[in-house]
């Protein structure tokens, strides 16, 4: 299947480009007699000219979380600050909680340029890069400090770039915490507590045998679908960062929280690599510098909304929480430390070890 997608996005590709090629010629004649460096009678600035200017755009960026979640909260922040570096040239239309493009058909739509820009959690884009379930790896990173260090060093790079040859370019990754896990069964402190019970996760090999291997089983739901499917107990609980729990509302259909922190909920921004090159460099040079600056925007919020979310929590008592003492964690690390070593060992280990070595 992923010599397939190969195929088709690589074929794709060089169809669009074969496109624009023949756009670009039918656009150079009409200009020609304009005047080289000059605007053309739309009022756009034209596409490739060093000295064109912002280019007026419309940028629709796509998601799947509420606005009041990280990932939300920066989306929000990106538009605030296109809007504003641009005076209004390039205006960004953002569509929250999947009400343009869903979990199964973000990237398709991306890649076919019907919509700029999507953030999809990182590993989903393992059908291109196995390499992005990286933060599936049970308890790859430390703490917040040591997942920043990779994400923004060479590693995190080197894995974003992975996406040139499929038609998309990674921006950024955005952060919406670490993942714990609620069920409506019983008060979860140890791996075999897990035992029999099902799981809904974003889907993966990886995450799916890190259930497996406490006993648990794992099935893939969109997100959007998880409250109805806990309502219903198609599936017994979830994993999910402690912001989107809170903001879901899980509380009213489980009983039992329990902070594992065993993975990362981690989304990357993913963007249509021929409409990015088709952008002059001051365009492309400003809308890098507010990406920048959403992604501080949503780690900021990951911290604040995280200790809000808790306190929400706790405050409406709906559910129980257990808080993992160090060697209750231990155990949950050792029941799936073969997960781990299986899985790291067919990554690309050039980035796997530059992941590790950002946390010392």
């Known amino acids: 299947m992923r010599g397939i997608e190969r195929v088709y996005t690589k074929n794709n590709k060089i169809m669009n480009i074969a496109k624009m090629s023949l756009l670009s010629l039918a656009l150079l004649f009409p200009l020609a007699g304009c005047g080289g460096n000059e605007a053309s009678s739309t009022g756009a600035a034209k596409v490739g000219t060093a000295d064109a200017g912002i280019q007026e755009l419309e940028i629709k960026l796509s998601h799947v979380a509420a606005d009041n979640t990280p990932k939300g ?30 979990d199964h058909d973000e990237l398709e739509a991306v890649q076919a340029g019907n919509v700029q820009i999507i953030i999809p959690s990182a590993a989903k884009l393992s059908g291109f890069e196995e390499t992005f379930e990286i933060f599936d790896l049970p308890f790859m990173f430390n703490d917040e ?24 370019k990674g921006l950024a990754f955005w952060p919406n915490g670490f993942k ?27 995450i799916g045998e890190v259930y497996d291997a406490m006993g648990a089983a794992s099935t893939k739901i969109a997100f959007n679908e998880v409250y109805q499917s806990l309502q219903l107990g198609t599936i017994d609980g979830q994993e999910n960062s402690i912001v989107n729990i809170e903001t879901q509302k899980y509380g009213e259909v489980q009983n039992n929280l ?27 040079d400003l809308l890098t510098e507010a990406m920048a600056g959403a992604t501080e925007e949503g780690r900021k919020q990951v911290e604040k909304l995280e200790t809000e979310s808790i306190e929400k929590i706790k405050s409406e008592g709906k559910m129980t929480i257990t808080e993992l003492t160090d060697e209750q964690k231990d155990a949950f690390r050792q029941a799936t430390q073969p997960v781990f070593d299986k899985w790291a060992g067919t990554m690309n280990q050039e980035i796997i070890t530059k992941a590790i070595e950002a946390g010392n």
């Open 258 to 284: 329990t902070f594992t922190g065993h993975a990362r909920s981690e989304y990357a921004v993913v963007t249509n690599k021929q409409w990015w090159d088709g952008l002059n460099q001051e365009t492309q």
């Open 145 to 168: 400090a040591h997942l920043r260090a990779f994400e923004d060093g060479e590693g995190g790079q080197q894995l974003l770039s992975a996406l040139d040859e499929y038609g998309m």
């Open 73 to 102: 909260l920066a989306a929000n922040k990106f538009k605030e600050l296109v809007e504003e570096k641009s005076d209004g040239k390039i205006e960004v239309k953002v569509f929250p909680s999947g009400q343009l493009y869903g």
């Open 180 to 206: 714990h896990v609620t069920n409506n069964k019983v008060a979860v402190d140890d791996p075999s507590d897990l035992k029999g019970l099902k799981i809904r996760t974003h889907g993966g090999q990886i």
